[in-house]
C-alpha cells in the first residue's frame, strides 16, 4: 500500500481531495495558515434525498449494476462504484424507506448484528487496523450506515481523519478491492443472505 501511495504522490505530498471544494468543508487558507473558515449564519434545511421536495431517493430507485456486495430481505450492502483509497468502504442500506430513528425493535437489533458481524469480518482480514462505522443522516432520508477499513500500520490514518484520508489516498487495485469484497459477502452469507460480489 504504501508503494503505491509514494507512487502517486507528488513531491512526497499527494492532491488536495475534491471535498476540499464543498461548502460544508471547514478549513480554508489564509495568510499562509490553514484556518477555520467563517461560519455563515444559519439558514433553512434543504430537504434529503427521499423526503419531499428533494431528489429521489437512491437506495428506493434501486443501485447500479455490481455495487451490491450481500443482500437479504431487509438488507443491502453496497460499495462505491469505483474503487476507493481506504481497503474498504462498504454501506449497509434498509430495504424499506426508514432512517435509523424510524427502526422498530426487529431492524434495530438486525443492524446491530449485521454492524457487529462485519466489523469482525473486516478486522480479521490482513493489512486491516480498525473498522470504523458511521451514520451521517444529512444527504438522504434513507438509512445508510457506513463502515470504513483503515490500513494497519498507518499512524496518521486514524479515527474520524480516516473518511479524508479516503479521498486523498490513491485506489486500491480493481483485483484487491473484487477479493476482498467477495470475502466479506461469503463470510457475511454464513447467517444468512445473498453474496452478490
Same mark, same amino acid.
Given at each position: 500500500?504504501?508503494?503505491r501511495?509514494?507512487?502517486a504522490?507528488e513531491e512526497?505530498r499527494?492532491?488536495a481531495p475534491?471535498m476540499a ?6 478549513w480554508e ?7 477555520p473558515?467563517?461560519?455563515?449564519s444559519?439558514?433553512?434545511e434543504?430537504p ?11 437506495a428506493?430507485?434501486?443501485?447500479e ?7 437479504d ?7 462505491s462504484?469505483?474503487?476507493?483509497? %481506504? $481497503?474498504? !468502504?462498504l454501506?449497509?442500506?434498509t +430495504?424499506?424507506? =426508514? ?7 426487529e431492524?434495530?437489533?438486525e443492524?446491530?448484528r449485521?454492524?457487529n ?5 473486516i478486522?480479521a482480514?490482513?493489512g ?6 458511521n451514520?451521517?443522516?444529512d444527504g438522504?432520508a434513507?438509512s ?7 490500513p ?16 486523498? %489516498? $490513491?485506489? !486500491?487495485p480493481?483485483?484487491?478491492? +473484487?477479493?476482498? =469484497? ?6 457475511l ?5 445473498h453474496?452478490?460480489?
Amino acid at each position: 500500500m504504501y508503494a503505491r501511495i509514494t507512487a502517486a504522490a507528488e513531491e512526497g505530498r499527494l492532491p488536495a481531495p475534491a471535498m476540499a471544494d464543498w461548502d460544508v468543508f471547514p478549513w480554508e487558507v489564509a495568510d499562509g495558515a490553514v484556518v477555520p473558515k467563517v461560519l455563515a449564519s444559519p439558514g433553512a434545511e434543504k430537504p434529503r434525498q427521499g423526503e419531499p421536495g428533494g431528489s429521489d431517493c437512491l437506495a428506493c430507485t434501486g443501485f447500479e449494476p455490481g455495487r451490491i456486495v450481500w443482500e437479504d430481505e431487509h438488507w443491502v450492502l453496497t460499495t462505491s462504484p469505483e474503487p476507493t483509497g %481506504l $481497503p474498504v !468502504v462498504l454501506t449497509l442500506w434498509t +430495504r424499506e424507506h =426508514l432512517d435509523v430513528g424510524d427502526f422498530d425493535d426487529e431492524h434495530a437489533a438486525e443492524l446491530g448484528r449485521i454492524a457487529n458481524r462485519l466489523v469482525r469480518i473486516i478486522e480479521a482480514m490482513p493489512g486491516i487496523g480498525r473498522a470504523h462505522v458511521n451514520r451521517w443522516g444529512d444527504g438522504s432520508a434513507h438509512s445508510h450506515v457506513w463502515f470504513f477499513a483503515r490500513p494497519e500500520g498507518f499512524a496518521q490514518i486514524k479515527g474520524s481523519y480516516a473518511v479524508e484520508w479516503d479521498d486523498i %489516498l $490513491p485506489p !486500491v487495485p480493481e483485483e484487491t478491492r +473484487r477479493a476482498d =469484497l467477495h470475502t466479506i459477502a461469503t463470510k457475511l452469507a454464513n447467517w444468512g443472505g445473498h453474496a452478490r460480489v
